[in-house]
C-alpha cells in the first residue's frame, strides 16, 4: 500500500509556487526526470512531493505551449494527481479520468513525459486517456460524465471475481451535472460498492458552472466547516482550516467535540447514501494524502470533496479561467506575424456566424430562444446571452435535458434554438427521436464541428449526424458550403415549421462576405456550383458535394477536366434530407453517367447513402463512388492530415477520381 512514511506531514502549508508566463525552452525538473511510473511517487517525502508539483506544473506550462491543448483543468489538478498516484497502486488499482481535460499530470507521471509535448499530433500522445495508449490509462474518455459509471463498473466487476484492488474516480462539478453522474450514484449505493469518488470542485465546467446543483457545492462551501475524516474512517465535524485564519503547522483538524454527523438532506451525497468527506483545498498536497489515503480504505461508496482553481500557478489563467481552458501552440516571431494579418482579415469562425445569426434574428423575432449546454463561449453565444439574458437557456452538461426542454418550449409557441455539437447531439439521441421528431415540433438544431474536428480526435468527431438523423421522419436537414450560406440555411431551418438542422463545420469559414438581409432558400433544393468542358465527350461526370467539401470538389473539378476528356458539373446539394432527387434526374437527363458523391462524414449512411437509395429505387444505369469518412475512427492530427488521411483533401479525391474515370 503506496502512502508518505515520513516526518514532514506536519509542515506548513504553503501555495504551490506560481508563474506568469510560459516557458519557451523545457524547464530543469530534475526530481521529475526520476518519475518513470507511479511507483517512483511511493517513497517520497511530503517535501519532495512538494517540489515535484513545482515542476510538474512548469513542466506543463513548457509542454503546452509547445503543443497547444487543454490548459487550465490540468493546472489545477496537479496536487490531486500527484497525491492519488502517491497513494493508489495503480494499474492494479483503477484509476478514472472524467472527460479527460485534466489528465496530462496523469501522463507525465506514468511514463509519457517526453511525449507529452507531442499531444494532439499526428502520431502524437491523444487529448484524452486512451486504454490502447497506456496500461494506466484504465477507461477511454472524451465526453463528459461518465467516469462514475465506468468505475462502478470495474468495482462490481472486480467484487465478482474476487479481485482486491481500488476504484477511484476523479470527477469535476460540471461534469457532475451531467444526469449520467447522478445515475451512476443512485446505482452505487444500490450495489453498495467499494468505490472512491473525488469531486474536483473548481466552479467551471468550460464556461462557468451553472445551476441548482452548482449552488449547492458552494453553500457546501460558504458553511465554513468540512467533515473531515479520522484514523478510523469516521465522519466528523471540523471548522475548515481557512476560517481559522489556519497557519498553523499543526495538520490535526479542529473537531467539533467529537460529534457524529448526521445523515441530512442539506448534504446531497450523504442524503443519498454516500460516505462525504470535505470540501478540502486541492491544493494542500499534505492534506489530500491525508484524507485520500483514509478514505480509500473505507467501505461502500465515499466521495470526497475538493476544491481547486482552475490554471492554478499561472497567474493569467486563474484571472481568466474560461479564455485559459484551451490554447494553441505558441507560435514562432513567423506565425505571429501570420496570425496577426489573418486578425486583420477577420474571417468568422462558424461558430460566430452562427452567434451573428440568433442575434440578428432575436432583434426581429422576440420568439427565439435560445439554448446551449454548457457550451456558450465554444457555440458562440456569449454576445447574444449579454443581449437578450432572459431569452437564454444554459442547461449544464446535460444533452437529453437541452433537446427536451426545446421540445417542451416548442409546445408553447416559442421558437427554440438548439445549439450543440455533433459529438454531443449523439448523447441526446433518444430525445431527439422521441420527443422533437415524433411529435413533429418547431425545434431548430445549430449543429456545431460537424466533420472531423483535428486534434480532439475521434472522441469529439462529428461524423455521424447525416445517418443518425436523415432516417428520421420530420426532419430536414441543411449542409451550407460557406459562412455566407450558413447564415442563410440558418435563417430558412429557422423560419421552417418543424425540426431542422444545420450541421457546420469547426473553425473558420473561408472569407466569404455575409450577405443581408436574411434569406430563405428553397429546402431541398440543390444548386449547380460549376461545370467544366461542355465539349461533346464520351463521359460526363457529376459530383454532388456536401457541405464544406463543395469547394474541394470544384478545386477537383478543375484538374480533372483539364487532365481528361470528361464534362464535369459540380452540385452543391446544400440539402442532405429532402434530398434534391429532382437535380439528379436532371443530370441523368443531361447524360451524366457517372455519379461522385463527397462528403466530410462517415460514408455507412452518409448523404451518398442516401442518393444511393433513390438511384436503386429508380433503377438507374449509372455508375457511382461515394467518398466520405471511411468505416474506422479517425485519429488525432490536424484537419488537413485527417482530409488527406480519408483521402478528401484535393489530392486525394482527384486520385479516387482519375481511377474511378479509368
Not at 49 to 57: I, V
Not at 523 to 534: D, T
Request: charged share 20%.
Amino acid at each position: 500500500m503506496n502512502g508518505s512514511n515520513n516526518s514532514d506531514n506536519m509542515m506548513t502549508k504553503r501555495q504551490p509556487k506560481n508563474f506568469s508566463e510560459i516557458p519557451r525552452t523545457r524547464p530543469s525538473t530534475p526530481l521529475l526526470d526520476t518519475i518513470n511510473s507511479p511507483d517512483d511517487l511511493t517513497l517520497l517525502s511530503t517535501k519532495q512531493l512538494l517540489t515535484l508539483a513545482d515542476e510538474l506544473r512548469e513542466y506543463l506550462l513548457y509542454s503546452a505551449g509547445v503543443s497547444g491543448g487543454h490548459f487550465g483543468a490540468n493546472l489545477g489538478t496537479v496536487e490531486l494527481t500527484i497525491a492519488l498516484h502517491h497513494l493508489l497502486n495503480t494499474p492494479k488499482d483503477q484509476l478514472v479520468w472524467d472527460v479527460g481535460h485534466q489528465a496530462y499530470a496523469h501522463k507525465v507521471l506514468t511514463g509519457r513525459r517526453e511525449q507529452l509535448p507531442t499531444i494532439r499530433s499526428k502520431d502524437g500522445l491523444t487529448a484524452f486517456p486512451e486504454r490502447s495508449e497506456s496500461e494506466y490509462d484504465s477507461f477511454g474518455v472524451g465526453h463528459s460524465s461518465t467516469a462514475i459509471s465506468a468505475g462502478l463498473g470495474m468495482s462490481v466487476a472486480m467484487r465478482y471475481q474476487h479481485i482486491d484492488a481500488t476504484v477511484a474516480c476523479v470527477i469535476g462539478d460540471g461534469a457532475m451535472t451531467g444526469g449520467m453522474a447522478f445515475e451512476a450514484m443512485n446505482d452505487a449505493v444500490q450495489q453498495n460498492a467499494d468505490l472512491l469518488v473525488v469531486l474536483n470542485d473548481n466552479d467551471m465546467s468550460i464556461s462557468c458552472a451553472t445551476g441548482g446543483f452548482t449552488r449547492h457545492l458552494t453553500a457546501l462551501w460558504q458553511a465554513g466547516y468540512q467533515i473531515d475524516i479520522d484514523e478510523h474512517g469516521q465522519a466528523k465535524i471540523a471548522i475548515r482550516p481557512d476560517m481559522l485564519g489556519f497557519n498553523s503547522r499543526s495538520r490535526q483538524p479542529f473537531f467539533n467535540d467529537g460529534q457524529d454527523v448526521p445523515i441530512s438532506a442539506d448534504n446531497i451525497f450523504r442524503a443519498i447514501g454516500f460516505s462525504y468527506f470535505g470540501p478540502f483545498d486541492g491544493h494542500d498536497l499534505p492534506e489530500l494524502v491525508r484524507v485520500l489515503g483514509r478514505a480509500k480504505n473505507v467501505k461502500g461508496p465515499v466521495l470526497v470533496h475538493v476544491y481547486t482553481t482552475k490554471g492554478k500557478g499561472f497567474t493569467p489563467a486563474e484571472d481568466d479561467p474560461v479564455k485559459y481552458h484551451a490554447i494553441g501552440k505558441l507560435p514562432s516571431p513567423e506565425q505571429a506575424k501570420t496570425n496577426a494579418d489573418d486578425a486583420v482579415k477577420a474571417i468568422p469562425k462558424y461558430s460566430e456566424v452562427f452567434g451573428q445569426f440568433i442575434c440578428d434574428k432575436a432583434k426581429v423575432d422576440n420568439k427565439l430562444l435560445a439554448i446551449t449546454p454548457a457550451m456558450e463561449e465554444g457555440s458562440g453565444m456569449t454576445e447574444f446571452a449579454r443581449q437578450y439574458p432572459d431569452r437564454f437557456f444554459d442547461v449544464a452538461i446535460a444533452e437529453q435535458h437541452a433537446v427536451t426542454l426545446a421540445a417542451g418550449m416548442a409546445t408553447q409557441g416559442v421558437k427554440p434554438i438548439v445549439a450543440i455539437y455533433s459529438t454531443f447531439l449523439q448523447r441526446g439521441y433518444d430525445q431527439l427521436v422521441h420527443d422533437v421528431a415524433l411529435q413533429n415540433l418547431d425545434v431548430t438544431f445549430a449543429i456545431d464541428r460537424a466533420g472531423l474536428v483535428g486534434e480532439d480526435g475521434a472522441t469529439h468527431a462529428g461524423v455521424f449526424d447525416y445517418a443518425y438523423m436523415r432516417c428520421l421522419p420530420n426532419v430536414v436537414i441543411a449542409a451550407p458550403k460557406d459562412e455566407n450560406e450558413c447564415y442563410h440555411l440558418l435563417n430558412t431551418c429557422y423560419e421552417y415549421p418543424g425540426t431542422a438542422a444545420v450541421r457546420y463545420p469547426r473553425g473558420k469559414g473561408v472569407g466569404v462576405e455575409i450577405s443581408q438581409p436574411a434569406k430563405t432558400y428553397a429546402v431541398g433544393k440543390a444548386k449547380v456550383e460549376s461545370s467544366y468542358n461542355n465539349a461533346k465527350v464520351d463521359k460526363k461526370v457529376a459530383i454532388l458535394a456536401f457541405g464544406t467539401l463543395v469547394k474541394t470538389a470544384d478545386a477537383v473539378a478543375q484538374k480533372l477536366a483539364v487532365a481528361q476528356n470528361v464534362a464535369i458539373t459540380v452540385v452543391n446539394m446544400r440539402w442532405v434530407k429532402p434530398l434534391d432527387t429532382a437535380m439528379i434526374t436532371q443530370l441523368m437527363n443531361e447524360g451524366v453517367t457517372h455519379f461522385v458523391t463527397l462528403e466530410e462524414h462517415a460514408v455507412m449512411g452518409g448523404a451518398g447513402s442516401a442518393v444511393n437509395e433513390y438511384l436503386v429505387s429508380i433503377q438507374a444505369d449509372v455508375t457511382l463512388l461515394n467518398l466520405g469518412i471511411p468505416d474506422r475512427f479517425i485519429a488525432h492530427a490536424s484537419h488537413s492530415e485527417q482530409l488527406a488521411d480519408c483521402e478528401l483533401d484535393v489530392a486525394g479525391v482527384l486520385k479516387r477520381l482519375t481511377y474511378f474515370l479509368i
